[in-house]
């Protein structure tokens, strides 16, 4: 079978340590070109990797007959332009999260898939893990009952990626931690809830910590940083969620917060059961002939989701499974992020459509 010639657009730590080995593993893929507006950080993957061609202008890479698939690991901002204009270049295209930096570029992209009959898949890793497939079946096969309300997130101590660069400059990132962390969590959540329609949200934003430069987590080398660089997005943020079947989910976010430890969070509650995902941690809360009980499943510890989101974008592109993810719950997500930075700002619940 002739593998899939992937062009890469952005080579930064993401690429590298999250994209790069899944396509250097997967035996059905092949990385030929890669490109960044960092020609020399491009040629140093492409020759630690045998990569043969390297470009600085994603117009270049795209407008090539031989490649497949483009890898879109850009700053947020130039998601949605690299993705549409790979699209319609023909390109199947799996870009990094989150999806765009505001709904009308989101929307552009998932217009763009449609129009072109190709496979756009978004970076949601976090459906992947044994964990998140097992708490969506349980779901599924009704073991929860009604689910009704939950809570998630992501909050760091003090981890904040790239200070002074494009993480924690709003015009090149859309956001701070809730569109950089938030998006991860608040996707999970919903997922497993059966995807139900968002269709009021309310929130608040804060930033406490742009002066503060000590680090605890390891997240905190993502980006380059910039001394006296832009620090104009939030470090922590939270939210409200209301959806069309009566659920509610709350959300927090945070890049720098005063907490006991970094964790990543998801909470819901059904009508049967109850459960509580944090970090790894996997927690059932239910009733056994009358009797409250406290279950902890055996799901494998795998982080490998980056992977196993890659390897079934391979198998979407060559036909052997539906897509897990579609370009419409992206555009969902996008919206809410965008209405918890509305309401902040006005004070007010914002609808969406």
Excluded at 182 to 193: F, K, N, P
Aim: aromatic share 8%.
């Amino acid at each position: 079978m002739k593998k899939l010639r992937i062009g890469v657009v952005g080579t930064g730590n993401i690429f590298r340590f999250a994209h790069l080995p899944a396509w250097l593993e997967n035996p059905e893929t092949e990385i030929v070109a890669v490109c960044d507006a960092n020609r020399a950080g491009a040629q140093k993957v492409a020759d630690e990797y045998g990569i043969p061609d390297v470009y600085e202008d994603y117009r270049e890479l795209i407008a090539r007959d031989d490649i497949d698939v483009v890898n879109v690991c850009t700053p947020n901002v130039y998601h949605s332009e690299v993705s549409v204009a790979a699209l319609r270049a023909g390109k199947h295209v799996m870009c990094e999260k989150p999806d765009a930096i505001n709904p009308d570029e989101a929307g552009k992209m998932a217009e763009a898939a449609k129009a072109s009959g190709k496979v756009l898949m978004v970076m949601r890793n976090n459906r992947y893990r044994p964990v998140s497939r097992f708490l969506k079946s349980y779901v599924e096969n009704g073991h929860m009952g009604e689910v009704y309300a939950g809570r998630c997130g992501w909050v760091r101590r003090r981890g904040i990626p790239g200070k002074g660069g494009w993480f924690t400059t709003k015009a090149l990132s859309g956001g701070g931690p809730l569109i950089d962390l938030g998006v991860h969590m608040i996707d999970l959540a919903i997922w497993i809830m059966g995807n139900p329609k968002p269709v009021a949200v309310s929130g608040s934003v804060y930033t406490k910590f742009a002066h503060d430069d000590k680090s605890d987590s390891e997240h905190s080398a993502f980006g380059s940083k910039q001394a006296n660089g832009t620090f104009d997005v939030e470090d922590l943020a939270t939210g409200y969620i209301r959806f069309e079947n009566g659920a509610t989910l709350q959300v927090e976010c945070s890049w720098a917060s005063n907490i006991g430890e970094e964790s990543r969070f998801v909470e819901l509650r059904g009508t049967k059961a109850g459960f509580s995902l944090v970090n790894d941690d996997l927690k059932l809360f239910t009733e056994i002939e009358g009797t409250l009980c406290d279950v902890i499943p055996h799901v494998p510890r795998d982080s490998g989701g980056h992977k196993n989101n890659i390897y079934h974008f391979v198998d979407v592109v060559r036909g052997r499974a539906e897509p897990i993810f579609v370009p419409q719950q992206g555009v969902d997500v996008i919206k809410i992020l965008s209405a918890i930075y509305e309401s902040a700002q006005t004070g007010r619940e914002v609808r969406l459509d």
